[in-house]
């Protein structure tokens, strides 16, 4: 993998188009394998940005859609009762911006807050700013971070071959955690808003 890499360094845009892809199935251990590629030299920075916050968003906009696939089907089947709904829908519009980008912070809570907002018909324009902007911030920062340590601990050692380990270490535990998370009940997502907007009455 990191032949791949060392190969595209000098094709910028093929090298964004890979991380992009990567980070759609783990961004987290694609943000750090990027992040320390960064800090090794072998990719530049605004590449790196360019393609984590495409695969990122890209994973965002398919969760959203999701949610509005599901929607429906949910108020059809009467899966919860209309007021409940009808009462998160509206906490959503109020909160949701900062609930989007929260989401983007705490472990755990994109997936169910993403698919909630697809579900409660949250203003499409509103949830592609405000995840754009969540995953550019959250980006920046964290691959800073990342390539700053790079910088830092990557001379000492023989090659790159460790970083692609450790990232598919955390792509094992990612994978872990979304098969535990589809082994609990299928409305867990959809009540979660509407646990916050019962808080906030």
């Given amino acids: 993998m990191d032949a791949l890499f060392l190969d595209l360094a000098a094709t910028p845009v093929l090298q964004a188009l890979v991380v992009a892809?990567?980070?759609?199935?783990?961004?987290?251990?694609?943000t750090l394998a990027a992040g320390l590629l960064v800090g090794a030299g072998q990719m530049a920075y605004p590449t790196a940005v360019l393609g984590l916050v495409a695969g990122i968003l890209a994973g965002d906009v398919g969760l959203f859609a999701l949610g509005r696939l599901v929607g429906p089907k949910i108020r059809a089947l009467d899966l919860l009762p209309p007021e409940r709904l009808d009462r998160a829908s509206r906490w959503f519009e109020r909160f949701g911006v900062a609930a989007i980008l929260l989401a983007r912070c705490v472990p755990g809570t994109r997936l169910p807050t993403y698919v909630?907002?697809?579900?409660?018909?949250?203003?499409?324009?509103?949830f592609l700013a405000t995840a754009f902007a969540g995953a550019l911030l959250w980006t920046v920062a964290v691959l800073y971070g990342v390539s700053?340590?790079?910088r830092a601990v990557l001379p000492e050692l023989?090659?790159?071959?460790?970083?692609?380990?450790?990232?598919?270490?955390?792509?094992?535990?990612?994978?872990?955690?979304?098969?535990?998370?589809?082994?609990?009940?299928a409305t867990a997502p959809a009540t979660l808003?509407?646990?916050?907007?019962?808080?906030?009455?």
Avoid: M
């Fill in 116 to 126: 909630a907002a697809g579900v409660l018909g949250a203003r499409v324009p509103v």
């Fill in 148 to 150: 700053r340590l790079g």
């Fill in 158 to 185: 023989p090659g790159l071959h460790w970083v692609f380990l450790v990232s598919l270490l955390i792509l094992g535990l990612n994978l872990l955690v979304v098969r535990r998370a589809r082994r609990r009940p």
């Fill in 21 to 30: 892809v990567i980070a759609v199935a783990s961004e987290d251990a694609t």
């Fill in 193 to 201: 808003p509407v646990a916050s907007a019962e808080a906030a009455s």
